[in-house]
C-alpha cells in the first residue's frame, strides 16, 4: 500500500473510533451516566486522537538530495518542486511541513538572533510575536509555494563573534563548515526555524514532514538533535551514491541517527550510474554493490538501504512517466516507509485509547450491575412478603434500616482509607511534582555556569540526571505503595456490598526512566562531540544544550504527573461512584419497604415498579456491552479493515 493510502486508512480508522466514543459519550449523557469526571476522561481520550501526529525527519549532510526526496515524496501532486533543492547549502534551518487548519498558509520564520536568548524553540512556537510569519499565496502552484519557501535558505553575514555568540562553530570552510572570510565576517543561516503551514492531503492526515539542514558542518541546534529528531516516528537518513559513505556522513549517523526501528536509509541519486555506456544488468549490480557497502559500514542489514533516485522520482511522478518512476525505485521506498510506519503508530494509539475507553466502559457496566444486583435482591424479598403479615414487613423495614446504618458506619473506615490515599498522594507529587525538578535545574545551571572545565559540565549534567531519575524511582516506591492499598480497599469494599470492580488501573514509570536513559544517553554521545568541536566560545552553545536537556526533562515529569493524576483519578472515580451507588440503592430499599408498611402502595405494585425498572437496567447494560465491543472491534480491527467498520 502506497504512504497516501496507508495513511488515509488510518485516518479512516482513527476517526472511526473517534466516532465510537462519542457514541459512548452520547449514550452516557441520555441515561444519565455521564458524570464531570467521566467527561474529563472522554475529553482527554479524543484529545490524545485529535493531536495525533506523523513526525518523519530528514537527515543527511548537505546537498544529499534531503529536500528534493521530500518533493518526490510528498508533494509531486503540486507539478513542481516545492522545497528549495539545489547544489552546495540550500536548507539552512530545520523546517516542518505540517498543516494546522487553525492558522492561515504560511511560512513562519523564527530569527537566528533569539538562539542567543536561551529560550527554546519549542517554548518559543507559543510567543506568535517572535516569528516572522509570510502569507503563502497560491497553495495549489508548485512555482508560487517554491517563491516563499526560498527564504529557508536565507543567510546573512555577521561578525565572528557574534556567530559564535549564537552558538555555530566556524572552522576552515572545508567539507561546507562556516568559515569566516578575509573581513572577519561569517555568512550563518538568517532563520534558526521555519514552520511551513499548508493544506495537503497527506499533512491533513496529521503527517509532518520535517527537513533539516546539513547537520555536521552547521553545528546543528541542540534542540533539534536533542529533541525533535528522536521524538519523530521515523528518520531518513540519506547518503548519495556519487559521495559514498564519508567521514561526516558517518559522523552524523552515529550521532543522530543510528539503527533502530523507524530509521531508513536511503542511497540517494542512482540515475548518476546510469551513464548510457552500462546495461541495466550492469547499473543494477553496481547499485547492489553500493548498497552493500554502505550496509557494512553503517552495520545494518543491505536489505534497510533503500537505492533511490529522488530527482528522477520526482520528474517520473509530475510528468506521469511510469517507467521512470519505477527506474527511479521511489516506490520501492514508499512502501518501506509506509508499512513500517503506520501499523506501529496505529499500535500505540490503539493500546492507549483502547486502555481508557474499555476501562471506562467496564466501570460503568459494573455500576450498572451493582444496581441491577440491588433490585434483584429486593425482588427476591419482596416476592418472598407475598401472603406474609405485617410483622414481617415490619422485620423487613428494621432489617433494611439496620443495613442502612451499617453501611453508613463502614463508610468512616472508607473515609479513612481516602485520607490515606489523599496523603500518599501527596507523597508521590512531593517526589514527582516539578517543583523539585525546577529546582535541581537551577542548581545545575548555576554550575553549569561557572564551571570552567570540561569535566565539571559533564558532571553538573550527571548531578542533574542523578537527581531525576532518584525522583523517579522515589516516585515508583510510592506508585507500588498506593496500588497496593487500593487493591485490598477495593477487595475489602467489594467482599463487604457485594461490589465487583473489576481490575485496576495500572500505572508504571518504567517508559519515563527509560526515555530519561536514552536522553542521558543521546547527551553523551552529543555533548562530546560538539566538545571537541567548538574550540572557541563555547558558552552559547553549551547553554543550549543545557536548555535543551532541561526542557526534556521538564517535559518528562510533566507527562510523569498528568498520567499519574489520570492513574489516580481512574483508581479513585469507581470506588467513590460505587460508594454512591450502594447508598442510594439502600436509601431506596428502605424507602419501598416503608411504604409498603405505611399501606401507600401494594406490594404488586412494588414488585411491578422494580421489575420495570431491572429490565430496563438489563437493556442498558446490553446496549453498553454492544458499544464496548464496537469499540474493541475498531480498536483491534486489521490495519486493511479499518475502514470498513469505520463506515
Ligand atoms: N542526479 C541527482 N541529483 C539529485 C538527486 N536528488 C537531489 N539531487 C541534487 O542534489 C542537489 C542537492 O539537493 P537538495 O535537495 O538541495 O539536498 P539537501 O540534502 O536538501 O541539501 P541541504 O538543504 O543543503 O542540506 C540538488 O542540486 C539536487 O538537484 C538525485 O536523485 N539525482
Ligand atoms: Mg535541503
Known amino acids: 500500500m502506497t504512504l497516501a493510502k496507508q495513511l488515509d486508512t488510518y485516518s479512516n480508522w482513527r476517526s472511526g473510533v473517534s466516532q465510537q466514543i462519542d457514541g459512548l459519550q452520547e449514550w452516557l449523557a441520555d441515561h444519565d451516566l455521564l458524570d464531570t469526571q467521566t467527561e474529563q476522561r472522554l475529553r482527554r481520550i479524543r484529545a490524545r486522537l485529535a493531536e495525533d501526529r506523523l513526525v518523519v525527519a530528514f537527515v543527511a549532510e548537505f546537498s544529499r538530495g534531503k529536500s528534493e526526496l521530500i518533493n518526490a515524496l510528498f508533494f509531486a501532486d503540486r507539478?513542481?518542486?516545492?522545497?528549495?533543492?539545489?547544489?552546495?547549502?540550500t536548507t539552512m534551518c530545520p523546517t516542518e511541513i505540517a498543516w494546522d487548519k487553525a492558522v492561515p498558509p504560511r511560512i513562519a520564520l523564527l530569527p537566528i538572533e533569539t538562539r542567543a536568548e536561551g529560550v527554546s524553540i519549542a517554548d518559543l512556537r507559543a510567543v506568535a510575536e517572535a516569528w516572522l510569519n509570510v502569507p503563502l499565496p497560491d497553495v495549489r502552484s508548485a512555482e508560487a509555494l517554491a517563491d516563499v519557501l526560498r527564504r529557508v535558505g536565507e543567510t546573512k553575514r555577521v561578525?565572528?563573534?557574534?556567530?559564535?555568540?549564537?552558538?555555530?562553530?566556524?572552522?576552515?570552510?572545508?567539507?561546507?563548515?562556516?568559515?569566516?572570510?578575509?573581513?572577519?565576517?561569517?555568512?550563518?543561516?538568517?532563520?534558526?526555524?521555519?514552520?511551513?503551514n499548508f493544506p495537503h492531503p497527506l499533512l491533513e492526515q496529521g503527517l509532518v514532514v520535517l527537513d533539516t539542514p546539513g547537520l555536521n558542518a552547521i553545528g546543528a541546534e541542540p534542540e533539534l538533535t536533542l529533541s525533535l529528531l528522536p521524538s519523530a516516528h521515523a528518520v531518513?537518513?540519506?547518503?548519495?551514491?556519487?559521495?559514498?559513505?564519508?567521514?561526516?556522513?558517518?559522523?552524523?549517523?552515529?550521532?543522530?541517527?543510528?539503527?533502530?526501528?523507524?530509521?531508513?536509509?536511503?542511497?540517494?541519486?542512482?540515475?548518476?550510474?546510469?551513464?548510457?555506456?552500462?546495461?541495466?544488468?550492469?547499473i543494477d549490480a553496481e547499485i547492489d554493490r553500493q548498497i552493500e557497502s554502505c550496509a557494512r559500514i553503517l552495520e545494518l542489514p543491505a536489505d534497510n538501504v533503500y537505492a533511490v533516485s529522488a530527482q528522477k522520482g520526482l520528474v517520473g511522478k509530475i510528468n506521469s512517466d511510469r517507467q521512470l518512476l519505477i527506474k527511479s525505485r521511489l516506490p520501492k521506498l514508499e512502501d518501506a516507509l509506509a508499512e513500517g510506519l503506520l501499523p506501529?503508530?496505529?499500535?500505540?494509539?490503539?493500546?492507549?485509547?483502547?486502555?481508557?475507553?474499555?476501562?471506562?466502559?467496564?466501570?460503568?457496566?459494573?455500576?450498572?450491575?451493582?444496581?441491577?444486583n440491588a433490585l434483584s435482591s429486593q425482588l427476591g424479598e419482596f416476592a418472598e412478603l407475598r401472603g406474609k403479615n405485617e410483622s414481617v414487613v415490619n422485620y423487613m423495614v428494621d432489617k433494611a434500616k439496620a443495613e442502612k446504618e451499617a453501611f453508613e458506619r463502614g463508610l468512616r473506615d472508607y473515609y479513612a482509607v481516602r485520607s490515606v490515599f489523599t496523603q500518599l498522594s501527596d507523597g508521590l507529587f512531593a517526589n514527582l511534582g516539578m517543583e523539585s525538578m525546577r529546582k535541581h535545574g537551577r542548581e545545575a545551571r548555576e554550575s553549569m555556569r561557572t564551571a570552567r572545565f570540561t569535566p565539571?559540565?559533564?558532571?553538573?549534567?550527571?548531578?542533574?540526571?542523578?537527581?531525576?531519575?532518584?525522583?523517579?524511582?522515589?516516585?515508583?516506591?510510592?506508585?507500588a505503595e498506593i496500588a497496593q492499598m487500593m487493591t485490598a480497599m477495593r477487595d475489602r469494599f467489594g467482599r463487604a456490598y457485594g461490589v465487583?470492580?473489576?481490575?485496576?488501573?495500572?500505572?508504571?514509570?518504567?517508559?519515563?526512566?527509560?526515555?530519561?536513559?536514552?536522553?542521558?544517553?543521546?547527551?553523551?554521545?552529543?555533548?562530546?562531540?560538539?566538545?571537541?568541536?567548538?574550540?572557541?566560545?563555547?558558552r552559547t552553545l553549551i547553554q543550549q544544550f543545557?536548555?535543551?536537556?532541561?526542557?526534556?526533562?521538564?517535559?518528562?515529569?510533566?507527562?510523569?504527573?498528568?498520567d499519574a493524576e489520570q492513574w489516580l483519578r481512574a483508581l479513585m472515580a469507581p470506588l467513590e461512584?460505587?460508594?454512591?451507588?450502594?447508598?442510594?440503592?439502600?436509601?431506596?430499599?428502605?424507602?419501598?419497604?416503608?411504604?409498603?408498611q405505611d399501606a401507600t402502595d401494594s406490594l404488586e405494585e412494588r414488585i411491578d415498579e422494580l421489575s420495570q425498572a431491572r429490565a430496563v437496567i438489563e437493556g442498558q447494560i446490553g446496549e453498553l456491552v454492544g458499544i464496548d465491543k464496537g469499540l474493541t472491534a475498531t480498536l483491534h480491527a486489521p490495519p486493511g479493515g479499518a475502514q470498513r467498520i469505520a463506515a
Request: glycine content about 8%.
Open 159 to 196: 561578525p565572528l563573534e557574534t556567530a559564535q555568540g549564537f552558538g555555530f562553530s566556524v572552522g576552515d570552510g572545508t567539507d561546507g563548515s562556516l568559515a569566516a572570510d578575509p573581513d572577519g565576517q561569517v555568512e550563518i543561516p538568517r532563520w534558526r526555524h521555519a514552520l511551513i
Open 236 to 282: 531518513l537518513f540519506i547518503l548519495a551514491a556519487d559521495t559514498g559513505v564519508t567521514q561526516t556522513d558517518l559522523t552524523i549517523w552515529r550521532d543522530h541517527v543510528g539503527s533502530g526501528p523507524g530509521r531508513l536509509v536511503v542511497l540517494n541519486k542512482i540515475d548518476g550510474l546510469w551513464d548510457g555506456l552500462r546495461s541495466n544488468e550492469e
Open 344 to 372: 506501529t503508530k496505529r499500535e500505540i494509539v490503539s493500546r492507549g485509547t483502547a486502555a481508557e475507553a474499555s476501562h471506562l466502559a467496564v466501570e460503568i457496566r459494573k455500576l450498572l450491575e451493582t444496581r441491577r
Open 577 to 596: 461512584g460505587q460508594v454512591r451507588e450502594v447508598q442510594r440503592q439502600l436509601k431506596h430499599r428502605l424507602e419501598n419497604v416503608r411504604r409498603i
Open 79 to 89: 507539478g513542481g518542486r516545492v522545497l528549495p533543492s539545489s547544489a552546495g547549502r
Open 456 to 479: 565539571q559540565l559533564v558532571g553538573a549534567m550527571s548531578k542533574l540526571f542523578a537527581a531525576a531519575t532518584q525522583h523517579l524511582t522515589a516516585s515508583e516506591e510510592k506508585v
Open 500 to 538: 465487583e470492580l473489576g481490575p485496576p488501573p495500572t500505572f508504571s514509570l518504567t517508559d519515563r526512566q527509560q526515555q530519561l536513559k536514552a536522553l542521558e544517553n543521546t547527551f553523551r554521545q552529543q555533548f562530546g562531540s560538539v566538545m571537541t568541536l567548538v574550540t572557541r566560545d563555547k
Open 546 to 562: 543545557f536548555e535543551t536537556i532541561a526542557a526534556q526533562l521538564r517535559k518528562t515529569f510533566d507527562h510523569a504527573n498528568r
